[in-house]
């Protein structure tokens, strides 16, 4: 069979040995994307196995039409409280490109009881970030207490000149796809630097009015240092902000959980803080 994406040699031994096993014997053959030609397919297949566990039981599941697009709601397997349950709501991650309502089953299915916070994995932490900005402009809604971001995409104007240059070989989010992820959502390279698009450019006034962050990171996540260097600014300009660095790990953390120890980790780590509000 043949390769196409290898792990590269100077990072290869800095991994975890179990992503290394799973990549071997799965990922290194999967054309990238970003090679072929668009096919909305993508969206919802995947050359991989079944990377998830299966969800936790709740009291129900049920999607909704939103117009041009849908939600899934996971309501807890319990007696709602007098005010009703409160809400979180999850971005799932695949570049504004591919997943869809079936993304993060398994994490939503153990999250649903929690505090009115937000989170998002990858391209979903933008959203989720995007909204707690927006937020603000709203009479009508209710304050965030709680953001959770997960191998988060902070700067859409980053490239392997600048920030990616310290993980520009880790595997599987590669400069190249990061770059046909970025321009599949905003094909005018006018606005890769907005307050939407590249939140961890935002000014100093704009991240005090944010709620306090939770961010989950991968060592060898081409997006790390944007992350990390996120979670400075939010402690130097006041904001409550907490930071977990999964070592040996890649952007796939979290989308694989269902055969990494360090993914169900992660998830784990994600649903204690969203239930708690606290780390």
């Known amino acids: 069979m ?8 100077s990072i290869r031994d800095k991994l975890d040995p179990q992503y ?4 071997d014997k799965y990922m290194q053959y999967i054309v990238p994307d970003e090679w072929k030609p668009w096919d909305a397919s993508v969206r919802t297949e ?8 299966t969800p936790a039981e709740v009291g129900a599941i049920q999607d909704f039409s939103l117009g041009s697009f849908s939600v899934r709601t996971f309501v807890p397997n319990e007696e709602a409280p007098p005010g009703g349950w409160p809400v979180f709501i999850w971005f799932h991650g695949g570049g504004w490109t591919v997943g869809g309502i079936d993304s993060g089953a398994y994490f939503c299915s153990r999250a649903c009881k929690a505090l009115i916070s937000v989170g998002g994995t990858s391209a979903g932490a933008v959203l989720s970030l995007a909204l707690c900005t ?3 402009t709203l009479p009508s809604c ?6 959770v971001l997960v191998v988060p ?3 859409n104007t980053a490239s392997v000149a600048g920030i990616w240059r310290e993980n520009q070989h880790a595997p599987w989010l590669t400069p190249e796809r990061m770059l046909w992820y970025r321009r599949m959502w905003m094909p005018d390279e006018c606005d890769w630097g907005s307050g939407d698009a590249s939140p961890g450019l935002l000014g100093d006034d704009a ?3 944010l709620p306090k962050t939770w961010l989950g990171i991968a060592e060898y996540d081409l997006l790390a240092p944007e992350a990390r260097l996120f979670a400075e600014r939010f402690r130097g300009v006041g904001v409550g902000v907490g930071m977990k660095v999964y070592t040996g790990s890649t952007h796939s953390l979290f989308a694989l959980e269902g055969v990494l120890d360090r993914g169900m980790e992660c998830i784990d780590d994600c649903v204690e803080v969203i239930k708690n509000g606290a780390w």
Do not use: G, K, M
């Not at 290394?20 to 990549?23: E, T």
């Open 142 to 147: 209710p304050a965030i207490r709680l953001q």
């Open 207 to 209: 991240l005090r009015t």
């Open 46 to 53: 995947t050359s991989l196995p079944n990377t998830s566990s």
């Open 134 to 136: 927006h937020a603000l």
């Open 20 to 23: 290394i096993a799973f990549h």
């Open 2 to 9: 043949e390769i196409y994406q290898p792990i590269h040699s």
């Open 153 to 155: 995409v902070l700067d």
